[in-house]
């Protein structure tokens, strides 16, 4: 076989075997936690008769490039079909971006498979406030392939094509590609040689923005012409109240904290070790640039969260920026991929890709990549077993829960019985039982009605809306609805959210339906209500309000 084709269809083949990591890692049942929120949204945005006049539907879209490239598939595919479809797609396109990634790193062939699965190991064990990258569909998956890409791009030394890649990852999500800019200026103000001049990149800059504008300015959209008042409030929710352990420094987990502290440790450890790799040097210093300007802006995130703790309303509008959300990808990315580079001993500079299949005819392949000759160093073999052992126990526990059935994370700890919640929602999505266009009142937690029954909700505590005049109005239906009266942080026995909506008894509940014209309740069946009942299982129970 011609070596060109021996190697890219190796290269197909390690790709695919990065495929099977990240499907072993994000083949949760369908719908995983957050696939109800986005893709309700997608679905909706394509067909507003699905779930219309739904609260949160019907608010602002903050991700229409994502709707728009991929949300047309829902026009033929049901919900299921089109988060499996969703989910291998990104799959696939970021196996092939992080191979890329990979093999400009450690420009050595194979190895990707192991600093793919090593960093779903790391993201997955040691986050500090809950970021991922293999999961359900949402605008994030794809804006990190081109994040990918344009570290690749970076390491490199193709600064131009970065700012493109980086400009591109915004549109599908701006915070992702947003922060993503901001670590790569800080790498390349740290290249204290062969940086290239401002004026020779300001065709990718003036490009990555001119691609981030279709995210940019729906986001920005989300405050304008709102009082500034408004804007403090929805602020305060969306920080205080409904992300504060992705956003507020002061409500992290302890733990997590202390052991993303020492990821960044061993990062550091890396910095100081990589230089003795031969000719890692300078497409290293990018990479650490990058990852240290990640470590960067969360130690400013935290910063902000300490000097204005005094100051909540300024706190809030600063801390809504999601500071944490890229040093819990890239930190643990660079120790994956610098970490695996120091134990098999990778050199040279990972010329691109297309390299590898050049040559002359009768050539050994071998001589074709870089990093691939007898005189490589070894790996050492210590530490690779440790590796190994890391990512096959994490993976391998995965496989073997893949086939076993068990409850959609979204319904996790959500639902009080997922086969009763299933059957009450399957006997709801019935036109015969419900007529189409029925508003409900349901369990605050449960995330997973609209999709299962495809009627609309008053509100739920997961799909909080993005506009600031929204959010005011979603946070005070909740405080309605579901709220006991005691705020956060006051002291007392009482319990801030009610248990269930039941407890608001029959009369409050048909003042809450009249109020937000909502024709039936779900709940739990204890205590049982003096309400015309239509539906009842074990756990659940359909009212029919007045």
Known sequence: MDCRLRLRT???????????VFFIQGAWPVPDVNEPHYLGKTIHFWNPDWVGDDFFLDSADTHKVFYFTFGWLSLWLGPVA????????????????????????????WWSILTAALMVTLIENCHMAGEWIIGGVEAKGFAFVFVFLGLEALVRNRWNRAWLFFGAAAMFHV???????????????SQDTGRPKLRTMLPGLVGGLLLAMPSLVPSLKLTWGVDPETVDQACRIYVFERLPHHLAPGTL?????????????????????????????????????FVTGAIAIAAVGLIVGLVTADNRALSARLLRLYWFRLADVAVLMGVALCGTSLIVGGRGEGRGTRGEGRGARGQDCSSLAPGLSPLAPRPCFRWLVIVFLLTGFHLGNLALKRPLPRPPRADVWRVRNYADWRRACRWIARPEN???????????????????????????WKDIPQ????????WTRMQDIHATGRQLGQRGPNRRWRRSLSELGSRRLNQLGRKYNADYVLTLSEPPLPLDIVYENDTYAVYRLR
Not at 176 to 181: C, F, K, N, R, Y
Not at 253 to 262: C, E, G, I, K, W
């Open 253 to 289: 987990r302890t733990d997590f904290v202390l052991r993303q502290a020492f990821l960044v440790f061993i990062w550091l450890v890396l910095c100081l070790m990589t230089p003795a790799t031969a000719g890692f040097c300078s497409a290293g210093r990018r990479l650490r640039g």
């Open 434 to 460: 419900i007529p189409p266009g029925t508003r409900f009142l349901t369990p605050r937690l449960a995330q997973t009605f609209k999709w299962y029954t495809g009627h609309s909700e008053v509100v739920t």
């Open 10 to 20: 190796s290269a197909w083949i390690e790709i695919a075997l990065v495929f099977v």
């Open 467 to 474: 506009d600031a005049r929204s959010i005011v109005r979603w």
């Open 175 to 189: 915070l992702v590609g947003g922060w993503a800019t901001v670590a790569a200026g800080f790498a390349w103000l």
């Open 82 to 109: 089109l988060a499996w479809v969703g989910r291998l797609l990104t799959w696939a396109l970021l196996a092939w971006s992080w191979r890329r990634l990979s093999f400009a790193v450690l420009p050595r062939r």
